[in-house]
């Protein structure tokens, strides 16, 4: 996997996730993929899709990447996570690390700022 090709993966999953189309972010994960957040960890297709399925019937902020770099098959970035409700904004930092397989994300790492577990 080339840098650019990680960086092009990781700016697909942003824009599925912000088109809440369920169907193109789940494809933007490999079958045994795992997912960690300072709450939650889940693993492989099915845990997933509760996942999304979920969020995506709740409030979901918008997303907006910063900073985003890639070395082969790994990339991190910063991204703002913006949530609107009844006219009040929120505005929040994130760091996300993912590792990448076959152009696909096999691992993730993300983390609001303030979270106790970025480790």
Request: net charge negative; proline share 2%; with cysteine.
């Amino acid at each position: 996997m080339t840098t650019t090709d990680a960086v092009a993966a990781i700016r697909a999953h942003v824009r599925a996730f912000n088109a809440r189309d369920l169907d193109a972010l789940l494809a933007g994960f490999t079958d045994d993929a795992v997912w960690i957040t300072g709450t939650t960890t889940v693993r492989g297709r099915a845990e997933l899709t509760a996942l999304f399925d979920e969020a995506m019937r709740g409030l979901l902020p918008t997303l907006e990447v910063h900073d985003l770099i890639a070395e082969g098959d790994h990339a991190a970035c910063r991204m703002t996570e913006t949530l609107t409700y009844r006219g009040d904004r929120r505005t929040c930092p994130i760091a996300a690390f993912y590792e990448l397989r076959e152009g696909r994300i096999a691992w993730a790492k993300v983390y609001r700022e303030g979270s106790a577990d970025v480790a």
